[in-house]
């Protein structure tokens, strides 16, 4: 048995800023995915993530017998699989923020939920927030509290725009120029995040005012703006407010950015060679870069492994 594929997912705006009614920006990143599988020989990595699977379905099982919840499972058939050695066969790379929760949680929904909203019908708002919730309920398994957007975007496999908690829709994003030299890109930082503890640092940074004015007024104003610049494909606004985005990450999330990459990330300011930013909640995994001229920026992180996910 093989499922069907989910994609990894990229915040390309948003992180952080969502939970506080930012706008947010999130697209498929087709290069990682994964399906779920039952093997005649599993090999240790199955029989591993099907340990793992056990404890979700326990979780799963209270969720479907709890009266709030918006979704039903076939909860027979999904033991029986997981008692055959169902396992979730993934190229994702976990704690890197590019959703590897929320693909699994979306190959379940889209397996087992009973009367599931499927992507070839008509995606109205209310569908999509009911969605939205759905998989929030699913993934706080993985993360504590989650916005059930990963899983979104690797169910629809779609842009999806983020206008505020309770407003979101498939978003057109503008081709991309193959032969262009400006780029988003992917730096791997050597290590894995920890999606939760971050979660909570920003969580109590939130309880001062100077930093919930710092929020408002600068980094979700910045980052509403990235978003607006991208989906306009206004290249020359976007660049100038991700350099702002990116001074006020460096300044006000230093315990989110891997400490060996506060320099990296001061000298992409001072030199416009590129900026970056966190991908995901940070704390390790990938961090997202952005540079007018690829060449450039390979150039000078030549020491690291960058991998391009967009062209200008």
Known sequence: ????????????????????????????????????????????????????????????????????????????????????????????PQGYGVGSSGALVAAIYDKYAVDKITVLENLTREKLLKLKAIFGAMESFFHGKSSGLDPLNSYLSLPILINSKDNIEPAGIPSQETQGKGAVFLLDSGMTGETAPMVNIFMDNMKQEGFRAMLKNQ???????????????????????????????????????????????????????????????GGGGYMLGFTEDIDKAQKALSDYKLEVVYNF
Request: hydrophobic share 35%; glycine share 6%.
């Open 1 to 92: 048995m093989k499922g069907p594929l989910f994609y990894s997912k990229i915040l390309l705006f948003g992180e952080y800023g969502i939970i506080k009614d930012s706008k947010g920006l999130a697209i498929p990143y087709n290069f990682y995915n994964g399906a779920l599988k039952i093997e005649e020989n599993p090999s240790q990595e199955a029989l591993s993530s099907n340990k793992k699977l056990k404890d979700y379905v326990a979780y799963l099982a209270n969720l479907n017998q709890d009266p709030t919840t918006l979704v039903n499972f076939d909860m027979e058939r999904l033991n029986q699989d997981v008692a055959s050695g169902m396992y979730f066969d993934s190229s994702i």
């Open 219 to 281: 980094f979700v104003k910045h980052t509403d703006a990235c978003v607006e610049d991208f989906l306009k494909g206004d290249v020359k606004s976007l660049f100038s407010n991700v350099k702002q985005l990116s001074k006020v990450v460096l300044n006000n999330f230093k315990p989110m950015i891997p400490a060996k990459f506060h320099d990296l990330w001061k000298t992409g300011l001072e030199t416009n060679d590129y900026y970056l930013k966190l991908c995901g909640s």
